[in-house]
C-alpha cells in the first residue's frame, strides 16, 4: 500500500516524541532521528500498524546526517508513497550565559543542530525528492526567540531567527518550481518540555528573563508537549500550509 512519509528529527523526547507517536498510524511511514533512539515509539507502531525507522544520529554531526538521508531517499519508490514531509524538530539550547562566557565548542554544536544540520537535510531532502510527483512539504520547527531577543541566549536565538530567514529564502527556490516542496518556519508555542526547565532553572545572575519562564510554569502557561504536537500537526494538514512562510500557532486557530 501506498504510505505518507514522514522525517522528523529530535522524536526522543518532548514534542518531537509526542509528534512521532501521533504520526505512527496505518497509512503513515515514519523515520525518526534522534541521539537516543525511543523504545516506546515501537509499542506505539505495532499496536497501530505504522512502520516506524529510527536512527540513532548525532545530529551535531551535520554532513555525515545529510549523505546517510541522501542514500536512504535515493533507494526509496515513489511509487510507493503518497506524500514525503520533513520535519525538521531537533534543537538544543547551549549553556545559558552572556556570549562573552560561551565555552566554543558547545556555541558551535548548538549552531550546528539548530541551524546548519536542518538546512544540510533540507537540501537533500528536496534533491532527492524533487522528481517525485507526490506532495512535498518541509516543516522547520521555529521559536519565538527566533523572533525576540533576549540576554543570555544568543546562539538559541540566532540560530531560530537564522532558519526563519533560511524558511524565506526557501519558499522563493521552490516557488520558481513547477511542482516545488511547500515550506513554513512554525513557532510552537510554549511547551513543558526539558528546554523549559532549563530556562527557568538557569542563574538568573546571568539571564534576567529567568523568573519570566519561572511564572509561565506556576501560572500553568505552559502546553503538554502532547497538545503542542497535536497543534502543529493539525498546522501541518492544513489545506493552506505554505501560504504563511512565517508563522506562530498561537496566531490562528
Known amino acids: 500500500m501506498q504510505r505518507h512519509l514522514f522525517i522528523l528529527t529530535g522524536a526522543s523526547r518532548g514534542m518531537g516524541r509526542a509528534m512521532a507517536e501521533q504520526l505512527l498510524a496505518k497509512e503513515n511511514h515514519v523515520l525518526c532521528i534522534s541521539r537516543h533512539p525511543e523504545s516506546s515509539l515501537v ?10 525507522e529510527q536512527w540513532a544520529l548525532d545530529l551535531s554531526q551535520s554532513e555525515h546526517a545529510a549523505r ?5 531517499l535515493d533507494l526509496l519508490d515513489p511509487a510507493q508513497i503518497k506524500s514525503v514531509t520533513l520535519i525538521n ?3 538544543v539550547i547551549p549553556t545559558i550565559t552572556p556570549v562573552s562566557a560561551s565555552e566554543p565548542a558547545e556555541f558551535a554544536a548548538a549552531m550546528r543542530i539548530n541551524l546548519e544540520t536542518p538546512m544540510l537535510l533540507t537540501a537533500v531532502f528536496l534533491h532527492a525528492t524533487q522528481g517525485w510527483t507526490v506532495p512535498r512539504k518541509v516543516l522547520n520547527i521555529s521559536s519565538g526567540l527566533g523572533r525576540r531577543p533576549m540576554a543570555s541566549q544568543a546562539a538559541y536565538c540566532a540560530a531560530k531567527a537564522g532558519l526563519d530567514h533560511f524558511t524565506r529564502c526557501l519558499a522563493l527556490d521552490e516557488a ?13 508555542g510554549v511547551i513543558d518540555t526539558d528546554m523549559q526547565l532549563q530556562l527557568r532553572s538557569a542563574n538568573a545572575a546571568s539571564f534576567p528573563d529567568q523568573a519570566g519562564f519561572a511564572q509561565l510554569k506556576s501560572a500553568g502557561q505552559l502546553s503538554a508537549a502532547s497538545d503542542a504536537a497535536k497543534r502543529v500537526l493539525a498546522w501541518l494538514a ?3 500550509f505554505g501560504q504563511q512562510v512565517i508563522a ?3 496566531d490562528h486557530t
Do not use: M, Y
Open 43 to 52: 509499542s506505539v507502531a505495532e499496536q497501530n500498524h505504522g512502520i516506524l
Open 176 to 188: 520558481r518550481l513547477p511542482q516545488g516542496a511547500r515550506v513554513c518556519s512554525l513557532a510552537p
Open 68 to 72: 546517510r538521508l541522501k542514500t536512504w
Open 89 to 91: 524538530n531537533a534543537g
Open 248 to 250: 506562530d500557532v498561537r
Open 238 to 240: 492544513r489545506p493552506d
